[in-house]
């Protein structure tokens, strides 16, 4: 098995891998095209029953110069660690991407998952970014 180095701790390592299994078995059992909304309440689920903590569609601090501007809702939370982004489209684009950069930002957090559950392969809708 090929192990690629990274910056985040083991548990962390170890909790973004559960989560893709999560995701791997949603999209195994539901498959392409279905609406994001399902898709992430089928990961919900998923992440309930593996005992795994989440925190669905939370709300998160915007502040611009120091002042709050509103909130933004972000998909998933997971273990208060990881960011979670469900997309059901048609490919992932570079917006989708710099989208979740923007939430790492915002949110204090490390990594975050782009997850385009409208993909034949899920793995080929994937994409890790870790700050």
Do not use: W
């Not at 989560?19 to 992430?40: A, F, K």
């Not at 933004?72 to 997309?87: M, P, T, Y």
């Amino acid at each position: 098995m090929l192990r690629i180095s990274t910056p985040l701790p083991d548990e962390l390592e170890a909790l973004v891998h559960q989560t893709i299994g999560c995701c791997i078995e949603v999209h195994r059992v539901l498959g392409p095209g279905l609406l994001e909304s399902i898709c992430s309440r089928a990961t919900c689920l998923e992440l309930a029953v593996h005992g795994i903590p989440f925190e669905q569609e939370k709300r998160i601090p915007v502040f611009y110069r120091e002042r709050l501007l509103c909130h933004q809702r972000l998909d998933i939370i997971v273990d208060s660690r990881l960011i979670l982004e469900i997309k059901s489209v048609e490919k992932l684009n570079p917006v989708h991407q710099a989208q979740l950069l923007s939430y790492l930002r915002i949110s204090g957090l490390r990594v975050g998952l782009l997850v385009n559950f409208n993909s034949a392969i899920l793995q080929d809708g994937l994409k890790r970014i870790v700050l």
